[in-house]
């Protein structure tokens, strides 16, 4: 039954690329017009349309998302939220699924792609990690979107967690980013978007419900630099803990 599995999987991917294509075409014309805008006007439209996308495409694939714990967020503050990465699928959830406007980071490569680069330059702040200018340049743009009353989502772990453990290893950036701004920290968690898309499996899919789950947020007032290991380990054993005890 194995190669039946991998036949329908092969299938479902084709379709949810094929729908997924479809439903940018009816988007793209707005989004381009939405490029234009200044901050935060222009992510603010963009995710308004982007919400909507994907509240038709999500169950359209099989794939529809449930969220909890949106009560965390209150109007009027903007927050550093961490999630983690399991799955390439795991932006197109994270970016509408958090409730009020924000950015996430993203790798500056992603830019230089035809329609994605420009969706990318629209919703994220963009990185070459492999410059020091650039990281310190997309840092401060951080600092600015949080001033301008945006959320940052960011994956503290870095790229996607192919381990057979909860989490990986956080970097320091987001819970620096937090302290230095002093913004609350809001812990997220992705359910089962790696059951979707499969590691070590190219062009192959399957359909799941999707859970995303936000935690009470961590104040980081009075905090400083000295203090972000304690910070993040701290971060990192309630969502370890969190994921364990509900995956």
């Known amino acids: 039954m194995t190669w039946l599995k991998n036949i329908a999987g092969r299938i479902y991917a084709v379709y949810g690329l094929l729908l997924f294509a479809a439903t940018l075409l009816v988007v793209l014309i707005p989004i381009w017009i939405f490029s234009f805008f200044p901050d935060p006007l222009k992510s603010r439209c963009f995710l308004a349309l982007g919400r909507v996308w994907m509240k038709v495409y999500m169950p359209l694939i099989g ?22 990465h399991n799955s390439l699928i795991d932006v197109p959830v994270t ?7 924000n950015k ?18 629209i919703g994220g702040i963009m990185v070459d990690r492999s410059s020091e200018t650039s990281r310190k340049e997309s ?8 001033a301008m009353g945006m959320h940052m989502v960011l994956f503290p772990e870095g790229t996607r967690n192919r381990t ?45 419900r999707i ?5 009470a947020p961590i104040e980081t007032k009075g905090l400083t630099r000295e203090d972000v290991p304690v910070l993040k380990e701290k971060v990192f054993r ?10």
Not at 139 to 146: D, G, R, S, T, V
Request: hydrophobic share 45%; glycine share 6%; net charge positive.
């Open 63 to 84: 794939c529809p998302v449930f969220r909890k714990g949106l009560q965390y967020f209150e109007k009027g503050r903007q927050y550093v939220v961490v999630c983690n």
């Open 95 to 101: 970016t509408p699924g958090v409730p009020g406007v």
């Open 104 to 121: 996430t980071l993203a790798k500056a490569s992603m830019a230089k792609i035809p329609l994605f680069g420009m969706m990318y330059k």
């Open 139 to 146: 840092f401060n743009q951080m600092k600015e979107a949080l």
């Open 164 to 208: 057979d453990e909860p989490l990986k290893e956080f970097y320091d950036g987001a819970f620096n980013l937090a302290v230095d701004t002093q913004t609350a920290i809001i812990p997220s968690l992705l359910f089962h978007t790696r059951k979707i898309l499969v590691p070590g499996k190219v062009l192959y899919a399957r359909p799941h």
């Open 211 to 215: 859970d995303y789950h936000f935690l």
């Open 238 to 247: 309630i969502m370890w803990d969190y994921y364990a005890a509900h995956s």
